[in-house]
């Protein structure tokens, strides 16, 4: 049963979802994710929260350490999916990459990175997330002019505007705002002098709220951030970023976690959507290369 969330507007309708992503920078889709599977994914987020890894490979969870407060402290996973088979399912859920790759007009879609977002309840100021885009963080990883990328951010609890819900300015990734800010900055009204916003800009901020199991698209350049939850629940995600089959990865850029190198490894990346059409080209040009290469 879909919640009624005050501010949630999904769009069905391809082309008119479409054409909001291309001017406003986001659009919300429909709640695709049902109620089983939900409780299926909050079942797993909680086993890799307590460090159960169902795969005995670990997650990457560089924001937490013992000690951290979680009544507090936003807590962020990297890589989630790699510890656990229900959540790599959630990565890969096929609803979900259908409406995303009609939208994008993609006919591949790679999820190269992905987090696992707990923000407690009780209003605490160290769970916002300061206004930033993401290609500020990816955009190395990938060859100059190839980085086609967007986050898939899916709500796995009832978000609402309490709840510290990811802010969108809308039509800021037409702004060229450069480096993009970044996860730490202050969210203090001062954004037009630190991120050198147009003077002829609106600073536009369209909180991200929704029901449990739907979700939203965002444009790579498009800045966005989120204030405390202070409301009586945590707010639960993830954040699936994902690249269509124009990106060309460049290993050898994060010295930590080389992002781009992992991208040839199936269970780290999964593709989560391939067009049949470019899967039988492709494997058509591979044929020919081996072709060449032996002759």
Same mark, same amino acid.
């Given at each position: ?44 987020f909680d086993a890799v929260m307590q460090g159960e ?7 990457? &969870? $560089? ?7 979680? #009544?507090?402290? =936003? ?5 989630? @999916?790699? *510890? ?28 190269f990175a992905v987090q696992l977002l707990h923000k ?16 500020r963080y990816w955009g190395p990883w990938f060859e ?59 600073? &536009? $901020? ?7 199991? #739907?979700?939203? =698209? ?5 800045? @966005?951030? *989120? ?69």
């Amino acid at each position: 049963m879909i919640q009624n969330i005050r501010g949630y507007s999904p769009i069905v309708e391809i082309p008119s979802a479409r054409t909001q992503y291309l001017s406003e920078g986001f659009v919300q889709g429909p709640k695709l994710v049902s109620d089983s599977d939900l409780q299926r994914y909050n079942a797993a987020f909680d086993a890799v929260m307590q460090g159960e890894w169902e795969t005995g490979k670990p997650p990457r &969870d $560089e924001w937490w350490e013992i000690g951290d407060d979680a #009544a507090k402290k =936003l807590r962020k996973i990297d890589q989630p @999916h790699v *510890s656990d088979r229900t959540l790599h399912d959630a990565v890969c859920h096929s609803g979900i990459a259908q409406w995303t790759a009609n939208i994008i007009g993609a006919k591949k879609l790679r999820a190269f990175a992905v987090q696992l977002l707990h923000k407690p309840p009780g209003g605490d100021p160290s769970a916002q997330i300061g206004w930033h885009h993401d290609f500020r963080y990816w955009g190395p990883w990938f060859e100059p002019d190839t980085c086609e990328a967007f986050t898939i951010w899916v709500a796995l609890s009832d978000v609402h505007r309490d709840s510290g819900p990811m802010c969108f300015v809308r039509g800021s990734h037409q702004w060229e705002l450069g480096v993009g800010g970044d996860f730490s900055d202050e969210i203090d009204g001062k954004e037009h002098e630190r991120y050198n916003v147009p003077e002829d800009a609106k600073w &536009d $901020e369209v909180p991200d709220v929704m029901p449990a199991g #739907a979700f939203s =698209l965002h444009h790579q350049f498009l800045f @966005h951030g *989120s204030r405390p939850n202070t409301s009586d629940s945590a707010r639960r995600s993830l954040a699936i970023h994902v690249c269509t089959q124009r990106a060309v990865p460049k290993p050898g850029v994060h010295a930590e976690y080389d992002y781009a190198a992992k991208m040839s490894d199936p269970w780290e990346c999964p593709t989560i959507y391939c067009d049949d059409s470019f899967d039988r080209v492709n494997a058509i040009n591979r044929v020919s290369d081996n072709s060449i290469s032996n002759s």
